[in-house]
């Protein structure tokens, strides 16, 4: 074994080595996300001084009432509501304090938990960054390195938005279930060696295609989380706006969720932003298709669910545009959008053959 073999030999340990200890740091999170939901769920003294101190707040800084002095008397005009997060004719629901519940243990054990993500983020995207080293190459050439580079993008794109402020810790809980449970198949399943590409991918486009789809893919799911949690959210409010008294269980998750409308906002914000960056990626592959195998469309499987994701979330776009189509039945629509860029991503890698198949496994 020559020096050069040995050495891209070691580095494909140190990034197996990085993944697993990636995966124990996640686990310890996730256990740290079920902390502050259990905490929150219990802390009803913690929720409620929360909203009296908001109400209090409020009080301070309210504006006064408009008042308008006239001959023997005075009228005063009360200022008009305004609502912020709703559209016109909607439900005016406040957001949820958070997955905390307003409890200052369970937001301890929060940021606990942002801690060891961000911690293990780091972990993971050494793990990717040594497996590309001991290639010579990107890191995506099959299933395996696919699916560690999607986690930490995923997982780096929920810091992102945690960066930016955005009240999205809530999504912690599930993205992190979701990683591990990615992460375990990919070591246990899709696991596959160091090796060279197949000469179709030698190609500077591996890197521009490949890479915006994992970070299309990694938002998309952003998104469908957020949808999801919508669907639960709007039914619960339903339910109280009808006199229905929702379970304990769904009582104690759900109101510390954002409202239903911001929730619905924040996933079509989320799809909008990112579906430019998947027709470019579409265009990217037809593209590099031409390159490589002399045409750039021939309804290869592959390429016919980039399309047909591509259909889905322009429908679920327009729908979010029509006014009969708003809410629920659009909500169903980028559920469907997301379960076909899953098939792509697995069923068409692992289960059809095509002009696409490096699964690797």
């Known amino acids: 074994m020559t020096f050069a073999a040995a050495t891209n030999e070691n580095l494909a340990n140190i990034s197996n080595v990085l993944i697993y200890s990636a ?30 101190t908001e109400k209090t707040q409020t009080a301070k800084t309210a504006k006064p009432a408009v008042t308008v002095k006239k001959a023997g008397g005075t009228a005063v005009l009360e200022r008009p509501k305004v609502v912020v997060r709703t559209a016109a004719g909607e439900r005016d629901v406040p957001d949820g304090p958070g997955a905390h519940g307003g409890d200052e243990q369970g937001d301890l054990y929060g940021r606990i938990a942002v801690s060891l993500t961000v911690l293990a983020f780091a972990i993971a995207a050494g793990g990717v960054l040594t497996r590309a080293l001991s290639v010579q190459r990107a890191p995506w050439g099959n299933m395996y390195e696919f699916n560690i580079t999607f986690s930490t993008v995923a997982v780096g794109v929920y810091l992102a938005f945690l960066a930016l402020r955005k009240n999205i810790r809530w999504l912690g809980l599930p993205l992190i279930t979701t990683v591990l449970l990615d992460l375990g198949v990919a070591v246990t399943i899709l696991y ?82 990112v579906f430019p960056l998947w027709t470019f990626t579409i265009i ?73 198949s490096y699964a690797g496994v």
């Open 192 to 273: 596959t060696a160091s090796d060279q590409l197949v000469p179709a991918l030698h190609s500077y486009w591996l890197y521009i295609h490949v890479s915006t789809a994992i970070l299309c893919g990694a938002v998309f799911y952003v998104g469908a989380v957020g949808t999801i949690l919508y669907l639960f959210k709007d039914s619960y409010e339903n339910k109280l706006a009808t006199g229905g008294r929702p379970g304990r269980f769904a009582t104690s998750v759900l109101e510390r969720l954002p409202a239903s409308a911001s929730l619905d906002k924040f996933s079509y914000r989320v799809n909008a932003a």
């Open 284 to 356: 990217a592959g037809a593209i590099w298709a031409g390159d490589a195998w002399g045409r750039y469309w021939g309804w290869d499987p592959k390429e016919t669910w980039s399309f047909i994701t591509w259909v889905a979330y322009a429908c679920y776009l327009h729908a979010r545009a029509t006014a009969g189509w708003k809410g629920r039945k659009a909500a169903y629509i980028a559920l469907i959008a997301f379960a076909c860029w899953l098939f792509n991503y697995y069923g068409v890698n692992l289960f059809v053959n095509g002009l696409h």
């Open 23 to 52: 995966m124990a740091v996640y686990t310890l999170a996730f256990f740290a996300y079920i902390a502050e939901w259990l905490l929150g769920s219990r802390s009803k003294v913690g929720r409620t001084a929360a909203a009296l």
